[in-house]
């Protein structure tokens, strides 16, 4: 099943798809949090968070990158902090290229779900007070449900953004083949090197089969949350 | 005496609006009657627990369910008050009998009983509804199905903002006898909001008239009814009486029936009545006309001899109308006539004059309140 693809391909296909979950999956609570924040929360400094929320969409992602780095890399204060306290380095390590991934995904998560937490009724959930249910379950049986479209959209979205991202990552925590080199840092690296073209190509394919995978997996899933809420 | 079902005494300021009502009724069914905008709705979501009022208190059957000044708040969903929207507000991702019994797992332990889905589906006739979701339902089931998921969670008082206002007529007309079989077997009492008095007539024992955020009037349907000096208020329902009758036998050749009312002997069309029925009937103000001498060669059916015994302001446009009421019997008819017909006629109080009646409404077939002949209310 590997000849078709060199170890250093699949190490680099593999540690993508980790990558990418990694990002999906940690983002996902926290995401849903700012989004909540942002869609029903009323307080000072909101325009401000939105800002900060939205900004590795509109930085370059090497500047992003640079940002981590400074922030999170072995002398950065936060890096420090994690590394003495929690014994977490996340700097040239697969997890540093997670995190890199996560910010740069963020935004387009919490964007998804903000925007289908907005389209949910308020008054079913002021019916469902009516009927008995205190704030945390009306949460849980009606608002989650209604806008677990939009979830699954942000995730999608922020794991493709995830399996694509590269000059974040490559500027955070290089291009380490085994450890950081991710499927875009490996066809960089193929392009540049002679004879590298038919590798290049070979992981190009695999790039596009997990993207369209992954857009069609979105698609049933919404399809199949739609129908179950089909609107009144 | 024991504590009424409703008393409640708020004042609350919505933007430039002020709620200020005062109200006490011991009735199954507490019409909150008035136009659109006067406040109704924003009382109701004071006793659901929707709107905190400024300052005042709500109390249900003796519970304080707000008290400013005391300090004391329960939350809506604490207070088993059970709410009909205008839009029945289904939770679309569920299925209606999910639906049915979302309030019965939130009913505390201490009361909760089994849940009577059985008993709910036959009242409301929603049976085969049950494995479909709210999206391939029709308008008047999905208010049945919002009705049955409000009396599941075992409310102590049911609030009914407009339920029937976003329905075509014909919807409405196949709701309306599953309320009245609410009214009359549930045992739950009712506030019913709406500005169509045909239904207030239809359904409640007590009527509040809503009026600006303030109750400018309140007590038994009957009495407000036919009050003529609510009649030219903007808003007001149309001056009519409200008749206690029972069906004393039938005209076959002709198709017709024959009422006792306290007013004296009527003629219906006789419909499905059958002999011995109590029923409600109603007669707008404007169905009613008055001549001095005993009608002949008229078509109407109906002819009531009585004396004047008030004559209202003029109201209408350019102060046209003039409302009356006409002691016929042991009742009073509301009558509305021009101010010329008045003046021509030369009707003063006493006037002994025959009322001629050319609409009687069937309201609904009247069965005594259990126990409780007579409703309770007032305003303070």
């Known amino acids: 099943m590997t000849d078709w693809l060199t170890p250093e391909e699949w190490s680099a296909v593999r540690l993508s798809l980790l990558v990418a979950t990694m990002a999906t999956l940690a983002s996902l609570p926290i995401g849903l949090a700012v989004a909540l924040l942002l869609a029903r929360g009323r307080f000072w400094g909101k325009t401000l968070l939105d800002a900060l929320v939205h900004l590795p969409l509109i930085l370059p992602p090497v500047v992003t990158g640079y940002l981590l780095l400074i922030g999170f890399g072995r002398r950065g204060p936060i890096g420090q902090l994690l590394h003495d306290g929690f014994g977490i380095t996340l700097s040239f390590r697969w997890t540093g290229a997670a995190l890199a991934c996560a910010v740069m995904g963020f935004p387009l998560m919490v964007r998804a779900m903000r925007l289908s937490i907005e389209a949910v009724d308020r008054r079913l959930e002021a019916a469902a007070g009516t009927l008995g249910a205190n704030t945390a379950w009306v949460f849980l049986v009606v608002t989650l449900p209604l806008c677990l479209p939009g979830i699954v959209a942000g995730m999608v979205l922020c794991f493709a953004k995830a399996m694509g991202e590269f000059g974040a990552t490559i500027t955070f925590v290089s291009n380490i083949p085994g450890e950081t080199q991710t499927l875009p840092s490996a066809i960089y690296t193929l392009t540049q090197v002679p004879g590298g073209e038919s590798g290049a190509m070979r992981l190009t394919l695999i790039s596009i089969a997990i993207s369209v995978a992954a857009l069609i997996l979105s698609e049933a899933l919404a399809r199949l949350v739609g129908r179950r809420i089909a609107t009144t | ?380």
């Open chain 2, 1 to 380: 005496m024991t504590a009424p079902i409703l008393d409640i005494a708020v004042s609350h300021r919505l933007g430039g609006f002020t709620l200020d009502a005062a109200l006490q009724s011991q009735s199954r069914v507490t019409a909150l009657f008035g136009p659109s905008g006067a406040g109704k709705s924003s009382l109701v979501n004071v006793i659901g627990g929707l709107i905190r009022p400024d300052a005042g208190h709500v109390r249900i059957e003796g519970e304080t369910l707000v008290d400013v000044e005391a300090g004391r708040f329960v939350r809506p969903h604490r207070r088993r008050i059970g709410y009909i929207f205008q839009e029945a507000r289904l939770f679309p991702h569920l299925t209606v009998r999910q639906n049915l019994l979302f309030g019965h797992w939130f009913v505390p332990r201490a009361v909760r009983r089994p849940a009577e889905l059985d008993k709910v589906l036959d009242l409301l006739g929603i049976g085969h509804l049950l494995r479909r979701r709210p999206g391939a339902l029709s308008g008047g089931e999905k208010q049945r199905v919002a009705i049955g998921r409000a009396l599941l969670a075992q409310p102590r008082l049911l609030l009914m903002d407009e339920p029937l206002a976003s329905l075509d007529e014909a919807r409405k007309a196949e709701i309306l006898p599953y309320l009245e079989r609410l009214r009359d077997e549930a045992g739950i009492p009712i506030v019913y909001v709406s500005h169509a008095m045909a239904e207030v007539a239809r359904l409640a024992n007590t009527v509040a008239l809503v009026e600006a955020g303030r109750i400018v009037a309140c007590g038994p349907t009957a009495d407000i009814l036919s009050r003529i000096d609510l009649a030219g208020r903007p808003g007001a329902p149309e001056a009519s009486t409200l008749l206690p009758a029972e069906v004393l036998g039938f005209d076959e050749p002709f198709g017709l029936a024959r009422l006792a009312t306290p007013a004296g002997e009527l003629l219906v069309g006789r419909g499905s009545l059958v002999a011995g029925q109590g029923l409600r009937v109603r007669i707008m103000a404007s169905d009613v006309m008055l001549s001095l001498a005993t009608p002949t060669g008229t078509s109407a059916l109906n002819a009531l001899p009585g004396t004047v015994a008030e004559i209202g302001e003029r109201t209408g446009a350019g102060g046209s109308a003039v409302h009356l009421r006409v002691a016929c019997g042991r009742q009073m008819l509301a009558v509305r006539l021009t101010a010329k017909s008045v003046s021509s006629l030369g009707l003063d109080l006493g006037t002994p004059v025959h009322a001629i009646i050319k609409g009687v409404s069937i309201e609904t077939p009247d069965r005594p309140p259990g126990g409780n002949a007579q409703p309770a209310s007032r305003c303070p």
